[in-house]
């Protein structure tokens, strides 16, 4: 199970409007057990009160170099000692300069200076800012030093300009985290094919029948594999979420475009892992001309798509094959029987009718369903730890199969 229990993270918190969100990334890091020491700088204080990280956190919050009353002046240079990683997000550009150049004039720029603890910035800024060259420059210079900076992700700004410059998602940050922390390198040598997110089927030029997936569950899976050391080719139906770095990314819209990818990279794949929402029907001929509205009764015609997973599961060869199961009602028993109609070896099953799990949300609660006549209940937790929850079964089984792989 993924945990970050024992580990020490300074978190610097620097003066965006996205300050906010470190309060959630926070939440996320103490929920895996980390020990947070948060550090703000005195912009960030104008955009968010330090009570709020105090509480969270449930320690002092470090915004002064010099008061003795909050941490002594030598407090820099213990936690600094300590941190087994510094993390600053949101970064602005004027910390990443700062960072960039060795200038020291608060706690946060202090810390960064006195530790050799490994860094990590999350950048957030305007999108000129983000491109400009001297950001680029400092930005530069961080990454050639070894901290590792994100890539910031592309959106609605607070200027209300589009571009790159948002924070990135929390769970891309705690990826990020992990991967510095706990490199559990047990799937090296896997080629792991994820499929994620909805399948589109065109009704007519402009409209499509399609599923309220966004990704979530398989971006998570891609993460996880890259993280525990596999290759993994990444079959994405249309999200709104940045594909994880090293992943190889194969975009598709139709279930045949989905099929058709997937079977062009089956051979190559020790394991399959079907977590897409495919549509489970398509219109029998969308027409070239967009169908006018208000026509009341209209009818359209549908055809099941074909089903990837059962053609996976009959050309099965020795890969392990994993399927997801979308239920809303007598969730295991309707699970087990798509296992067995489709010839997977684990089926992930989860109730999409619940609110705060399934479709669109950070968390799922799963029940793992194996061919061997396994069962295993899982809690309620973050798509990132059922993604490592998932691969560990995995591992699991096949080293308890005489053949190492599926028979
Ligand atoms: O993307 P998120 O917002 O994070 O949400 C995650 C999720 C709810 C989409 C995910 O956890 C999930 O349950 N994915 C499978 C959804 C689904 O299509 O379930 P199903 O019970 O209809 O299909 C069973 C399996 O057959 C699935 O592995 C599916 O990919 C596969 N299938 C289905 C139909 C089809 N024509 N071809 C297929 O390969």
Redesign the pocket.
Known sequence: MVTLRGREIVLGVTGSIAAYKAAYLLRELVRLGAEVSVVMTEHAQRFVGPLTFRTLSRRPVLTDLFDPGEAAAVEHVALAERAHLIVVAPATAHTLAKAALGLADDFLTTLLLATRAPLLFVPAMDAGMWRHPTVEGHVAALRARGAVVLEPAEGELASGLIGPGRLPEVSEVVEAILGLLAPKRDLSGERILI????TREPVDPVRYLS??????????LAAAALRRGAEVTLVSGP?NLAPPPRARVIPVET?EE??EAVLAHLDAATVVI???????YRPVRPPARKIPGRQEGLAIPLT?????????GARKGGRFV??????TEGVAA??RA?LEA?G?DL??A?D?SRPGV????DD?E?ILLDRWGGVLQLPRMS?LEVADAIFDRILALRSQTPSGVTP
């Open positions: 499929t994620a997110g909805p599923n309220r997936s966004s990704g979530k569950m398989g971006y998570a999200t279930t989905m099929r079907k977590a897409a929402a495919v549509a489970d099941p798509t074909p089903d990837i997973l059962r053609e996976v994993v399927g997801f199961a979308a239920e309707s699970a798509k489709k997977a089926m992930v989860n999409v399934g479709f669109e949300s799922n799963v798509k």
